[in-house]
């Protein structure tokens, strides 16, 4: 295969892939790739490696010869260990053997939900802006993408009057991903309640991507499945990439009743088989003794983030309190530009990487994505060179 | 006040306008915690943590485990601090085991350490003996890994 016949190689795509835009951030991304001496405030996971005891006990396994395939739905002891975890720390009961499935990353989890559950046409709701594959992620699986906007006035968290307004007789489900990458917003409790009573009433299924849920400061995370009679129709979705810093080894699971488990388990059998055994091994390991590094690694996140977020008010750019992940999700409104415009501007004219808000959503619009897992000093050195910017496009 | 000094702790050098930032307190507030921590001796004071074998400069380094027969009312406290009084000793500590005191013990030369240990801790009188373990290399100090690693590198932009 040449390059020269990559046109026709592009009549064998479906349908279905031609529908999803290429990244609208696709040649800032490439502009990015050709400079240096950035300071990228445009990265989406933690800088803190992961702990030495996570990694050692891969090494560990891996000494052993633990480089077999595990079980589809993931290494049994995991999955017990992963049970208690769930049921200690937010008092939901999941069976290891038939309501629990190790995957391939969050990502893949989130894959396996949506096309377990949707027929064609069916419609998702989600919160926009959100989280970049939720989108493309629906209508890959034959479903209709249904954004229900946010505001910065209500802190980015989904209003249940509006996502209400938003529900059509081809609903299906509610996907939600709070602490919300990429604002930082955290749900509160009471909003919360009031979106299972509008599941309830609708009879909708929610997806709760909640990969991000170790990562709140000074708030309480709801898990989503925890409220009464939502159980029985939610899948919680979540993972060790943002709590233990393990975004590179990709293990990820999905909690749900066990109908569900087993559908996804069937798609996940084909096209992923399991996780890898190493990095299971290494997700009980974060599991067992992780927790001293988990909150070492908060108390730290949350020392930037208000660096981060009265720097970005200081100079003018406004931000709301983000209260979870590791993002602050400025409006550049003072300055007249487009997010995407503002994103290419400061990395050309000051070197500075954020992420235009618009690629996670209209919604997103006005707003960039600055992420505060970076060192302070290189927080402090983007900040000095953002508000240069800004003064210069006042 | 712990947020401050665990911010301190790793930086000696944040400014109490940075601590405000990062603690979200006023910088009023910072600058009056840490007074008080340095009056009341919480912090004791501010240092910096020295790669001296890179800087070219030697030194020698012993680990001395010392014996010692505790004496009536105070135990090992007078010896420790016939010990700890000498600049050559550097951290003295009190440990379980099969010896009672450990010393870290520094000086320009072996034989600088050597003389103090012989001539200094092991003439003691209630000191039964010492066993001295010169150090050869330095992988972490205060919890500073002073081999040099290689962070992996994160990609630019990840959504």
């Known amino acids: ?394 | 006040m712990h947020d401050i000094l665990e911010i301190l702790e790793k930086d000696a050098r944040a400014s109490p306008e940075q601590i405000a930032a990062m603690t979200g307190r006023s910088v009023l507030e910072v600058a009056e915690a840490i007074h008080q921590a340095e009056e009341s001796h919480l912090i004791l004071r501010y240092k910096t943590v020295v790669d001296w074998e890179k800087a070219g400069r030697e030194g020698v380094w012993a680990l001395v485990e010392v014996k010692v027969a505790p004496q009536r009312e105070v135990g090992f406290d007078r010896v420790a601090e016939r010990i700890y009084r000498f600049p050559e000793a550097r951290s003295v500590y009190l440990v379980s085991g099969t010896y009672d005191l450990a010393v870290v013990v520094t000086a320009n030369t072996m034989r600088e350490v050597a003389a103090f240990v012989s001539e200094k801790l092991a003439s003691l009188d209630s000191v039964q003996g010492t066993v001295t373990h010169f150090l050869l290399k330095r992988y972490k100090e205060d919890g500073e890994i002073l081999v040099s690693q290689q962070q992996a590198p994160r990609l630019p932009l990840t959504l």
């Not at chain 1, 991000?212 to 899948?235: K, N």
């Not at chain 1, 709301?320 to 487009?338: D, H, N």
Request: aromatic share 8%.
């Open chain 1, 1 to 394: 295969m040449s390059v020269a016949q990559s046109k026709e190689a592009a009549d064998f795509l479906s349908q279905r892939v031609r529908q999803i835009p290429a990244s609208g951030i696709r040649r800032f991304f490439d502009l990015l790739a050709s400079m240096d001496g950035v300071i990228s405030l445009g990265v989406g996971e933690p800088d803190f490696p992961t702990p030495w005891h996570i990694r050692e006990a891969a090494i560990y396994s891996l000494e052993k010869g633990y480089t077999t395939y595990t079980s589809n739905y993931g290494l049994l002891e995991l999955r017990r260990a992963l049970a208690t975890h769930l049921e200690g720390r937010y008092g939901v009961c999941y069976d290891p053997d038939t309501q629990l499935l190790i995957t391939v990353g969050v990502s893949e989890a989130l894959d396996l939900a949506l096309r377990a559950i949707l027929n064609p046409g069916d419609e998702v709701l989600s919160p926009d802006p959100s989280y970049v594959s939720y989108m493309p992620g629906t209508v890959l699986a034959g479903g209709k993408f249904i954004p229900v906007p946010t505001r910065m006035e209500t802190g980015f968290r989904v209003q249940p009057s509006d996502l209400e307004a938003k529900i059509a007789p081809r609903a299906k489900a509610i996907l939600l991903g709070y602490p919300s990458n990429p604002t930082g917003a955290v749900m509160e409790r009471e909003e919360l309640l009031q979106i299972a009573q509008i599941a309830r009433r609708h009879d909708l299924l929610v997806i709760s991507d909640e990969i991000y849920d170790r990562l709140v400061y000074g708030v309480e995370h709801t898990c989503f499945a925890s409220l009464p009679q939502m159980p029985e129709r939610t899948i919680l979705l979540g993972g060790f990439s943002k709590a233990y810093a393990m975004t590179g080894w990709r293990v990820g699971y999905a909690a749900a009743p066990a109908p569900i488990i087993e559908a996804m388990m069937k798609i996940h059998q084909y096209a992923a088989l399991c996780a890898p055994i190493m990095s299971q091994k290494a997700a009980l390991e974060a599991l067992r003794a992780g927790e001293a590094a988990v909150l070492e690694m908060v108390a730290d996140y949350d020392r930037r983030r208000r660096v981060m977020v009265k720097g970005l008010n200081d100079i003018g750019l406004s931000c709301f309190e983000p209260q979870g992940a590791f993002y602050a999700f400025p409006s550049i409104g003072v300055t007249g530009l487009s997010s995407e415009e503002f994103a290419e501007r400061l990395l050309v004219e000051e070197k500075v990487a954020v992420v235009p808000g618009s690629a996670f959503g209209a919604g997103g619009e006005g707003h960039v994505r600055c992420c505060y897992a970076t060192s302070l000093a290189e927080i402090n050195e983007a900040l000095r060179r953002m508000a240069r910017f800004v003064e210069h496009h006042r």
